[in-house]
């Protein structure tokens, strides 16, 4: 009997869960779980699921994704395999399944500075270009020179950052899977650039629970203002449904205490649009995905 990925068994698998791959510790099993190894299999399945009418969605390293107690039909593509991490000169080249704070140690380690501000923003290299991940001292795009995305097609693409859509927590990459990136960087003395890491993060783990089970922010910052200090003002801090939490430290994260279920936090997450909303008369608009 034919599979919908026939020659490519070794790198898919079925009915696996999720929970144990994101961040927030929830969500129930992948229908099929493809994780290629190189660019040509990354390529190939994303072609047999095009032939096969499979969507997938792409899971980089977990941490902005809240999947469905009930797990997700078709397929989750992940790049776990493909780390590789190079340079040519102050250009760094990753593959895309790299987690993101193994490419600032190393390009710390190299000399090489520019994404020492990206310190403590957890995930994978793919995903930080997808979302245009950024903190309070830049985004992954500053010193990004391009990228290469596979289409659902299954056809490669290189692209510049002008032609990546880039916006606030946001690209158009969202449908392509990114599978490596470049970076220009400047040569500095490596003991500056871990000054200004060290100190990014001490900052980061001071007003932020970055230990806990959670997705990272839930919420984009509205115009003007930080959705952590509305749903603060709204009186939120300690709001629960059943083991979901909003942190004490940073109002902006929902905890998973252990044991809380994707439809606690959906629940939590209604509740802090409904208070804000009428409290300020603002919408806020989640910055995590919702994988139903």
């Known amino acids: 009997m034919r599979t919908p990925f026939e020659g490519f068994e070794s790198a898919v698998c079925s009915g696996v869960p999720l929970a144990a791959m994101t961040s927030f510790g929830l969500g129930g099993p992948a229908e099929h779980f493809i994780q290629p190894r190189s660019l040509e299999q990354a390529a190939g399945l ?46 760094v080249i990753c593959e895309a399944g790299a ?41 992954i795009t500053s010193p990004l020179r391009s990228v290469t995305t596979l289409d659902r097609h299954g056809s490669v693409h290189r692209r510049t950052p002008d032609k990546l859509g880039l916006g606030y927590h946001r690209s158009e ?41 959670s997705a990272g922010c839930i919420f984009k910052n509205p115009d003007g203002c930080a959705a952590g200090e509305l749903i603060d003002l709204a009186g939120l801090k300690g709001e629960r ?11 902006n994260f929902i905890i998973n205490e252990g044991g809380a279920t994707t439809c606690d936090v959906r629940a939590l997450i209604d509740t802090i649009k409904e208070r804000v909303r009428k409290a300020f008369g603002i919408n806020l608009e989640l910055e995590i995905e919702l994988w139903n």
């Open 46 to 91: 994303a072609s047999c699921c095009r032939d096969c009418g499979i969507p997938f969605r792409v899971l980089g390293g977990g941490t902005n994704i809240l999947v469905s107690d009930r797990g997700l039909s078709g397929a989750a593509f992940t790049l776990s395999k493909m780390t590789h991490i190079s340079r040519s000169g102050s250009r």
């Open 241 to 251: 449904v059943g083991r979901a939490v909003v942190s004490d430290r940073h109002a």
């Open 99 to 139: 987690p993101l704070p193994r490419l600032v140690r190393r390009a710390e380690h190299w000399g090489l500075s520019g994404l020492e501000h990206l310190a403590g923003i957890p995930g994978t290299v793919g995903g930080a270009v997808a979302t245009n991940a950024s903190g309070k001292y830049g985004s």
């Open 173 to 213: 990459l969202r449908g392509e899977v990114v599978l490596r990136a470049e970076f220009d960087l400047t040569e500095k003395d490596p003991v500056e650039i871990a000054e200004t890491r060290m100190s990014v993060l001490k900052e980061k783990t001071q007003t932020q629970p970055l230990a806990a089970l």
